[in-house]
């Protein structure tokens, strides 16, 4: 791609943080953004490093990983096309306290602190956006929590599989690309590899869902969301 054509302002208007604000706004938005293109498996940041940005992942696939004493890998998010990350670790002027790596060939944008900050002091309205998203992903992290607490594996991965389909989508088939690989998901779930796959083949020999890869097959959604009731 060539990032020299890419419409910065045009892009930062189509994100929800910044719908509602000016042209002359986003252009000053935009000379304080950079535009960065990741190969797969390279690092977007490490734990310790400044933090003097917040990002959002444009194309690809980004994950959000701690390593714990042992060195074991705990994916905490998977950060697609649209979404943002890191904007309250760039407020509090602290070092990254995660890891961010990216799954595919990745195209992220940066937007610096400085910027943001004269945005803010310019108009108030646009810090109760940020504070609407950064309340978003913390509801979503507090669902996490509650679901890894609660819910058993299969219910987890089933979630999982669902959630981005209608909610009204009565018993129309469905098929759902997994965006980065099962290893990746079953961390995200918070289960090992091997029984995410095991949770698949009991889904499939169910008859509730077709695997082929990373499509995943749903003849009928309403029928596998009821499975764990039964």
């Not at 943001?116 to 956006?129: A, C, G, K, T, Y």
């Amino acid at each position: 791609m060539d990032l020299s054509r890419f419409d910065l302002p045009r892009y930062l208007s189509m994100l929800p943080l910044f719908q509602e604000m000016r042209a002359e706004e986003l252009q000053r938005l935009a000379q304080g953004s950079r535009l960065r293109q990741f190969a797969r498996g390279e690092d977007v940041f490490r734990t310790g490093e400044p933090c003097e940005e917040f990002h959002v992942t444009v194309s690809g696939q980004v994950k959000l990983f701690a390593i714990s004493p042992a060195g074991q890998e705990k994916i905490i998010e998977l950060v697609g096309p649209g979404s943002t990350f890191a904007e309250a670790l760039m407020f509090m002027e602290r070092p990254y306290i995660i890891n961010a790596q990216a799954l595919t060939d990745t195209l992220m944008l940066s937007v610096s602190r400085e910027a943001v900050l004269r945005e803010i002091h310019n108009d108030p309205q646009f810090s109760m956006r940020m504070l609407a998203g950064l309340s978003r992903r913390l509801h979503g992290l507090v669902n996490d929590v509650q679901a890894y607490s609660l819910h058993s594996g299969v219910e987890r991965v089933i979630g999982y599989l669902v959630r981005d389909l209608p909610e009204d989508g009565g018993e129309t088939a469905a098929s759902v690309l997994l965006p980065v690989s099962k290893a990746s998901i079953a961390s995200r779930l918070s289960m090992t590899p091997e029984y995410f796959s095991k949770v698949l083949r009991e889904l499939e020999d169910k008859g509730l869902i077709e695997v082929d890869k990373r499509e995943i097959r749903i003849p009928d959604p309403q029928r596998l969301t009821r499975y764990p009731l039964r």
